[in-house]
């Protein structure tokens, strides 16, 4: 989830070619709108708002300065820019303005969530002081745990000893070749 402010830094990063004649930006510009307005009935907020702010830099920011906007003739895609912005902008700017709103909403309750620890501590963990006694099982043999401690420890010994060898590998069993027998038989032909 991204923020309001975040996509309308991914929004205004496009290329802007003032060559490409303006008819091609008024298709842009009505393609983009439709793309939009798929992404809100979808419920994609996020790509219907970065659209839709596409869509408003393009048309009151880059498109002003465009060579065919700045012409003194007049003509039938100039008139259709001029028709944008007179009509459509005013609506996708109160569009984007509700947009705004709910996307700072959920993007402030995810950041809420996200921040609070949903973890809480039961009552019933307390912690242990080291000092306080421990209450061992009745079937408990001191004597056998003992035995199995002074075991572990011999053996640890053992076997750090023999890794301490200057054998790389363990030691293998040799097999001894006299005293296997093989047999090979021969399939019938």
């Known amino acids: 989830m991204k ?6 830094q991914e929004a205004l990063n496009y290329r802007f070619n003032s060559n490409v004649p303006l008819k091609l ?11 939009a307005q798929n992404s809100a009935r979808c419920n994609n907020m996020e790509r219907a708002y970065l659209l839709y ?13 465009h060579s065919e906007v700045n012409t003194s003739v007049e003509s039938l895609y100039k008139r259709e820019y001029f028709q944008l912005l007179k009509l459509e902008v005013p609506a996708i700017m109160k569009i984007t303005e509700e947009l705004k709103i709910k996307i700072d909403a959920r993007y402030k309750s995810l950041a809420n969530n996200v921040a609070t620890s949903t973890y809480v501590r039961s009552p019933a963990v307390m912690t ?3 000092s306080d006694e421990i209450n061992l099982p009745s079937s408990f043999d001191e004597q056998k745990f003992n035995q199995s401690i002074s075991w572990f420890n011999h053996s640890s010994k053992h076997f750090s000893a023999q890794s301490d060898s200057n054998n ?12 296997t027998s093989v047999t090979y038989t021969m399939p019938a032909l």
Do not use: G
């Open 3 to 8: 923020s309001s402010s975040h996509l309308k």
């Open 128 to 130: 242990t002081n080291p």
């Open 53 to 65: 702010i596409r869509y408003l830099d393009l048309c009151l920011n880059r498109l002003v300065h």
């Open 168 to 179: 790389e590998y363990p030691e293998l069993p040799e097999l001894n070749a006299t005293s």
């Open 25 to 35: 930006y008024l298709t842009t510009c009505i393609s983009i709108v439709e793309e």
